[in-house]
């Protein structure tokens, strides 16, 4: 049996749905989260108004937006992270307050339906002044980490200009354990969101781009990680000296989250994929074999097995009615025959999130989860 120490997921990430009501100003509080969200990540699911990304060590507010499906800097006005399109001015104990711009569908227009998916990090923030040089060289920075969660916000400035080609700086992440899933994004410049799987070397995909993994531009060497930092590469993407970064670090935890490939049948009688937990969250992406879409699904959303709801994290596409997947008690079973998830013999990688682990505790009043309807 898969037991957690996490007896209640949504405690640490949870999907909250609301409606907007267009206030400007001191915005509209949502409500109904078991905890305070360090970070949350916003869609419309109607519009094509575009994903929105804001985390607490950044600090909430019009300027520190971010927009997952392209590669603008933070508040840009020729990008998708435009305060004026609507943000996140705060996080309350239970959920977050958003405020309307004055072209505000990414996150409180009047009337349009939004899901946002939060993330608990730690209680404080700790910060690491810059040291070293060559591959002892450690990048400035701070960050928020959750041992128990298995999650880190780090926002930093980087180094390669004090580095040679070929080395590589160290990134403190707070987690005590070597990263399963690593995303960094610069915040200063218009660069490419990189997300890394743990165990790929040199190797990486764009959270905002469709394209199959890329040797270059990458996060660093994997084996080269420790439970204390990542590396990061000589890379503009990820590590232009002076420049700053934010990056969301995540270590598998039993029961409650799961980071993994899986390897496409091209059958709608798709490939099942063993969490450990009923998930609340998908998220997934061809990684070899061509070009896809990412997608991201939740439990939380109107839909039942196998009619469940999609969004594409790399576009502004609205929320799409298609049978991808099942959330089942014990993972998620591919239903779709697609390339985007299923393409035969393509290998996909994939985060997944709790909505309760398959069982509970190790005791024997465990209690085995339940498959959704």
Not at 78 to 100: E, R, W
Not at 171 to 180: M, N, Q
Request: proline share 3%; with cysteine; hydrophobic share 25%.
């Amino acid at each position: 049996m898969a037991y957690s120490a996490i007896t209640k997921p949504s405690l640490y990430f949870d999907t909250l749905l609301y409606t907007g009501n267009g206030a400007t100003g001191s915005g509209q509080t949502l409500s109904g989260l078991g905890f305070q969200p360090d970070m949350t990540w916003v869609k419309s699911r109607t519009t094509t108004d575009g994903h929105t990304l804001q985390d607490v060590v950044r600090g909430f507010g019009e300027t520190t937006k971010l927009s997952p499906y392209d590669n603008s800097q933070q508040n840009n006005s020729s990008g998708g992270s435009y305060g004026n399109y609507g943000y996140q001015s705060a996080a309350t104990s239970d959920g977050f307050t958003m405020v309307a711009g004055s072209n505000p569908g990414q996150n409180n227009k009047n009337t349009l339906t939004y899901a946002a998916w939060n993330w608990k990090a730690g209680d404080s923030n700790t910060s690491v002044t810059a040291s070293g040089s060559g591959n002892n060289c450690y990048n400035a920075c701070t960050h928020r980490a959750n041992t128990t969660a298995g999650f880190s916000i780090i926002t930093f400035t980087g180094r390669n200009d004090q580095i040679s080609n070929g080395q590589q700086t160290r990134l403190t992440h707070g987690l005590g354990a070597k990263p399963d899933w690593v995303i960094i994004k610069c915040m200063t410049s218009n660069e490419n969101w990189v997300v890394q799987p743990g165990g790929e070397n040199d190797t990486h995909v764009n959270l905002n781009g469709t394209g199959a993994a890329s040797g270059s531009y990458y996060t660093g060497n994997y084996n080269n990680n420790t439970s204390e930092y990542l590396v990061l590469g000589n890379s503009g993407w990820v590590n232009s000296g002076g420049e700053t970064y934010v990056c969301y670090a995540f270590v598998e935890k039993q029961g409650f989250s799961k980071f993994g490939k899986y390897t496409g049948n091209g059958n709608a009688d798709g490939t099942f994929v063993y969490t450990g937990f009923r998930p609340a969250f998908v998220l997934f992406k061809r990684w070899n074999g061509g070009t896809g879409n990412w997608q991201l699904l939740d439990s939380k959303r109107l839909g039942y097995n196998p009619d469940n709801k999609t969004f594409y994290p790399n576009t502004t596409t609205s929320e799409q009615s298609e049978n991808d997947i099942d959330f089942l008690s014990n993972g998620f079973k591919i239903r779709s025959s697609g390339t985007d998830g299923n393409g035969n013999g393509d290998v996909y990688i994939y985060a997944a999130f709790a909505a309760e682990p398959f069982v509970a505790n190790s005791g024997d009043d465990g209690v085995p989860a339940t498959a959704k309807a």
